[in-house]
């Protein structure tokens, strides 16, 4: 079988892009390789070890190679062509030499916009020759990576003697990162050591929207994954479609609403006037001396697109050198202003943004450019936005349940509120334990603290895709606001998700039994089923009620209901217009 696909080329690739979610474009494709027979040798892993076990190995690399470039200079991928070699391969003696420089060149490709993806699975018996191999292809032009890395052998070993331009983080460090201490530890190890060697790092593998935010809240921009694109033929109408992308995948893994759009750093845009790259450095300077208030200038190209920020102080420091003005006033600004600018379009998070200020240590006294949809908005000093991110914190803080950190009544009716103004469809569920107070009783009020932050892990978990607002509104009582049509279906998995993981708080004896004897305030004894949920959701006529008072009040109804049941239930309320007299939230509730 593997005669035939090697005498045959019978393999075709795929490719799977990397993401550049900072620069919100591709960084290039990863090429993988399938068998196009119809046999076992079809998946690549079966295939791979196949010619590894009969040593033609070189043989079936070198046709996947050369199917791979041929396929991405026919399909004009943008970006870099990341291509798998391993290092047996690499040091097979019957290995031609130039071959992978001889198919770029055919191809049309330039060498620096291929990466050279070195495994690290492989036991390398020969480090020294593997070294000189791999500065080889160096010095041609092609990028280097180390793929999968902390699977392999070498590790550390092999990324300070390979320098590297990227590191390729293996799939078993990201799956679940975001619920595992260690991995979480082990990726801000890696990135730590990446900025020390002026590394790109890679996360591949990335399956879910939790672990995606973990990474960029670490600082890892280049993703790759099947929650971002899986591989493709034709990967064409990805390319198409990604121009919407980073701002889908931004939103998607933002905990932020649509609604609170405060934290968006657009909000603080200040509208200064920008010039253009043809600007010469004297007439500049006037314009700082017309305004003493402005520190600095926006750059723009011919599409009003940013490239540059000029500022005062350096300016003011050239000009005031004996031979400044006589050097540089017939100069174009570009010579003085700072070519690396941050720059964001104005719908990015505050948090997002901090993270790259800090991240990047720019100067406190500086701005950020902002842009939208490309095309220079204005500028935002730094301090501003560091201000206000503090100020929205201890606003957070001051309003938070102190147990779970949740929003609390105060977040709730403004999330209620906002909607309401914006004659925009939503669903409220309100959210109570039963039977908590015997448990609290038995059990002990730590075990009672456990109980509720369960249920609070536990809505976030089921609530996180959907973009939905979760609220603590003190004691056992949660509220969610749901923006989509999914309200039932997502209730419905709380509850499932807390029915069981909640049986781990109890012993062994009183799960068997499904609930346990207490003594009730009367003194008599009675037996108190184990923990459940009672739910009560409401579609509240967004053109009748006209504040948070009567669409708490019509979840606090419809919530009655569905403890009248003694398993957990949801009680879906038809009701959606207030009473008459209004009725006020119930006391538990203690919305203001």
């Avoid at 109408?237 to 750093?265: C, G, R, V, W, Y």
């Avoid at 569920?429 to 609290?440: A, E, R, W």
Wanted: hydrophobic fraction near 40%.
């Amino acid at each position: 079988m593997l005669d035939d696909i090697l005498s045959n080329d019978a393999v075709y690739p795929m490719f799977q892009p990397i993401f550049d979610l900072a620069k919100e474009k591709i960084l290039g494709f990863e090429a993988l390789s399938r068998g196009s027979l119809d046999n076992d040798l079809m998946l690549p892993d079966k295939m791979f070890a196949a010619a590894s076990k009969y040593d033609r190995l070189s043989e079936l690399e070198l046709l996947c190679r050369k199917k791979a470039i041929e396929q991405f200079a026919q399909l004009k991928l943008p970006g870099k062509l990341f291509l798998n070699v391993s290092p047996k391969a690499l040091l097979d003696p019957h290995h031609p030499k130039g071959e992978t420089l001889h198919l770029i060149e055919e191809a049309g490709l330039n060498c620096n916009r291929v990466v050279i993806e070195v495994t690290e699975q492989d036991k390398v018996d020969d480090g020294f020759l593997l070294l000189k191999t791999i500065s080889h292809y160096r010095q041609l032009g092609f990028k280097i990576a180390i793929d999968d890395l902390g699977a392999g052998y070498s590790g550390l070993k092999q990324w300070s003697e390979l320098c590297p331009d990227f590191v390729k983080v293996d799939r078993y460090f990201i799956d679940y990162c975001d619920q595992s201490i260690v991995k979480r530890e082990f990726l801000k190890s890696i990135i730590d050591l990446a900025k020390a060697t002026n590394t790109a790092v890679i996360a591949e593998g990335i399956e879910r929207e939790e672990e995606l935010r973990l990474l960029k809240k670490l600082g890892i921009i280049n993703a790759q994954g099947f929650l971002l694109a899986k591989p493709s033929c034709e990967p064409s109408d990805m390319i198409n479609n990604f121009h919407d992308k980073p701002a889908q995948l931004n939103q998607a893994t933002s905990p932020a609403s649509q609604f609170e759009q405060s934290m968006a750093i657009g909000w603080l845009s200040k509208d200064v006037t920008a010039i253009h790259t043809n600007t010469q450095c004297l007439d500049a300077h006037r314009r700082f001396e017309q305004n003493k208030q402005l520190t600095s200038i926006a750059v723009l190209n011919d599409n009003r697109q940013p490239v540059g920020l000029l500022h005062r102080d350096q300016l003011t420091e050239v000009f005031a050198s004996p031979y400044g003005h006589a050097l540089f006033d017939k100069k174009s600004v570009i010579k003085l202003m700072d070519k690396q600018p941050l720059i964001v379009d104005e719908q990015q998070k505050l948090d997002y943004v901090s993270q790259m200020i800090t991240e990047n240590e720019f100067d406190i006294r500086r701005h950020i450019v902002i842009t939208k949809e490309g095309e220079y908005l204005g500028l935002a000093p730094l301090r501003d936005i560091l201000k206000h991110i503090t100020e929205e914190k201890i606003r957070h803080a001051q309003h938070a349940n102190p147990l779970t950190m949740l929003p609390g009544n105060v977040a709730i009716n403004e999330a209620i509120e906002q909607r309401l103004k914006a004659k925009h469809e939503f669903s409220l569920g309100y959210i109570d334990l039963n039977h908590f107070k015997q448990f609290n009783d038995l059990y002990g009020y730590a075990s009672g603290d456990s109980v509720i932050k369960l249920l609070a892990d536990v809505t976030l978990e089921v609530c996180k895709q959907s973009q939905c607002f979760v609220g603590h509104i003190g004691g056992d009582d949660f509220m969610v606001v749901f923006d989509g049509a999914d309200a039932e279906f997502l209730c419905h998995q709380i509850i499932e998700l807390f029915e069981a993981r909640s049986k781990s708080l109890f012993t062994p004896e009183h799960v068997a039994a499904g609930g346990y004897w207490a003594t009730n305030r009367e003194g008599q004894k009675q037996f108190v089923p184990l923990l459940t949920l009672s739910i009560g959701l409401v579609s509240p006529d967004v053109h009748s009620c006209h504040n948070s008072h009567q669409v708490a009040a019509l979840a606090t109804d419809a919530k009655k209901e569905a403890k009248r049941y003694r398993n957990s239930y949801l009680f879906v309320c038809n009701r959606r217009k207030p009473s008459a007299p209004m009725v006020r939230l119930e006391a538990a509730a203690n919305l203001p």
